[in-house]
């Protein structure tokens, strides 16, 4: 194609992803106060656990309206990704071989299942943990002593909970990175042994960026990004090992699908 029908079609491309955040995004604020809900859910559970009426606070007229959008922004991006993942699909298949398109298809399907992977031990592990750990240090007042009570307000959890989920989910990708990287000759298995002791180290560094400054939140995201390295050796490896006996002579296999 010329590059003018390119950018035609880019656009076109680009226009379906648009148009689909945009009714997601309708759709998710509409939905935004149970959306917003079943985020607040482990920390409202975690409250009546210590029998406490579950609430939020917020201390400006436009932060609960500004929330909500925010909530609905979050929810657009979860619900347009398979169209978004569908049009760039589109896009770059014509100019793939076969080869490749085998190739590429399986990092397209594991990208959602380990972001999602990611955002559900975020959701269902890490938060009911944490947010008892940081609820242990309300006190209750007396006479001879004040009391300290959480009164959270609905922008900063959101906030805390969209960058633990979108920050656990991303990380969960690093299989697909590296995989893929071997996959295209960047690096090699070689490589990412040799390295993985600045890759632990690396690891517990983003965790503690992403994390909330405690030891066991950290550690719940460093240590599946320690495993996920490991798990990324594991699976290069095998496709080095695929691209090896693979390996054929110039022209070989390279018919267009």
């Given at each position: 194609m010329p590059l003018l029908d390119h950018l035609v079609e880019l656009r076109r491309r680009l226009l379906w992803c648009l148009v689909t955040f945009v009714l997601a995004f309708a759709v998710c604020y509409h939905f935004s106060d149970d959306i917003y809900r079943f985020l607040a859910a482990p920390l409202a559970r975690i409250m009546k656990a210590r029998g406490e009426q579950p609430h939020l606070i917020y201390t400006a007229l436009?932060?609960?309206f500004f929330t909500n959008v925010r909530v609905a922004v979050f929810g657009a991006m979860f619900l347009s990704f398979p169209m978004v993942a569908a049009q760039a699909w589109i896009f770059i298949a014509p100019g793939l071989y076969r080869n490749e398109k085998r190739a590429f298809l399986p990092f397209l399907v594991?990208?959602?299942?380990?972001f999602l992977a990611g955002a559900a031990l975020a959701y269902?592990?890490?938060?009911?943990?944490?947010?008892?750990f940081f609820l242990s240090f309300q006190q209750s007042g007396s006479d001879s002593s004040m009391g300290i009570e959480l009164q959270a307000r609905v922008s900063e959890y959101l906030t805390l909970v969209t960058k633990m989920i979108l920050g656990f989910g991303i990380c969960f990708e690093l299989p697909v990175v590296?995989?893929?990287l071997v996959r295209c000759g960047l690096v090699t298995t070689a490589q990412l042994k040799r390295f993985r002791r600045y890759a632990y180290v690396a690891a517990f560094a983003v965790a503690a960026v992403i994390a909330p400054p405690d030891a066991i939140t950290m550690l719940s995201l460093a240590i599946p990004l320690v495993a996920l390295y490991e798990v990324s050796i594991i699976a290069a490896s095998l496709v080095q090992r695929?691209?090896?006996k693979g390996a054929s002579p110039a022209g070989d296999g390279q018919e267009v699908a």
């Amino acid at each position: 194609m010329p590059l003018l029908d390119h950018l035609v079609e880019l656009r076109r491309r680009l226009l379906w992803c648009l148009v689909t955040f945009v009714l997601a995004f309708a759709v998710c604020y509409h939905f935004s106060d149970d959306i917003y809900r079943f985020l607040a859910a482990p920390l409202a559970r975690i409250m009546k656990a210590r029998g406490e009426q579950p609430h939020l606070i917020y201390t400006a007229l436009y932060e609960a309206f500004f929330t909500n959008v925010r909530v609905a922004v979050f929810g657009a991006m979860f619900l347009s990704f398979p169209m978004v993942a569908a049009q760039a699909w589109i896009f770059i298949a014509p100019g793939l071989y076969r080869n490749e398109k085998r190739a590429f298809l399986p990092f397209l399907v594991a990208t959602p299942v380990l972001f999602l992977a990611g955002a559900a031990l975020a959701y269902y592990v890490v938060f009911p943990y944490a947010w008892a750990f940081f609820l242990s240090f309300q006190q209750s007042g007396s006479d001879s002593s004040m009391g300290i009570e959480l009164q959270a307000r609905v922008s900063e959890y959101l906030t805390l909970v969209t960058k633990m989920i979108l920050g656990f989910g991303i990380c969960f990708e690093l299989p697909v990175v590296l995989t893929l990287l071997v996959r295209c000759g960047l690096v090699t298995t070689a490589q990412l042994k040799r390295f993985r002791r600045y890759a632990y180290v690396a690891a517990f560094a983003v965790a503690a960026v992403i994390a909330p400054p405690d030891a066991i939140t950290m550690l719940s995201l460093a240590i599946p990004l320690v495993a996920l390295y490991e798990v990324s050796i594991i699976a290069a490896s095998l496709v080095q090992r695929d691209s090896a006996k693979g390996a054929s002579p110039a022209g070989d296999g390279q018919e267009v699908a």
